[in-house]
């Protein structure tokens, strides 16, 4: 997930509002109770486009990676990581389905709007993060 905040406050107030959301149905579907995200954040401050294009690569193409890791061949794709909100993202090197509207939240940041694409342009749908 990437995140962003205009302080250190709000980034801690958004992350303990979208853990307990997270917890909530996690714990529903699962019959059980407790924290779900204990000890599962760290926080990585992002500064260049490279690491942008990079945080961004990561998460849109995270099935990718594990793919991989597993030794299973990699086709070449035309779709993002369905777990991903890659389906909505406008910075694909390749072409993909027009989407309907979305929630989504629109970048505020330049880096993160359209200062990434310096870190090496737009992403495919090919590519495997590190």
Known sequence: MIVEATDKMALASGMKSIGARIALAVNRVFRRKGPVLDGRFHSVVL???RQFRNALRYVLLN????????GDQLERSNTPDSASSGRY????????KAIPKTEVARPRSWLLA??????????????VPG
């Open 47 to 49: 500064a260049t486009p």
């Open 63 to 70: 099935d990718r990676k594990h793919r991989r890791q597993r």
């Open 89 to 96: 993202f406008a910075g694909w090197k390749e072409r993909i």
């Open 114 to 127: 359209t200062g990434w694409l310096r870190g090496g342009g737009p992403i495919s749908l090919s590519e």
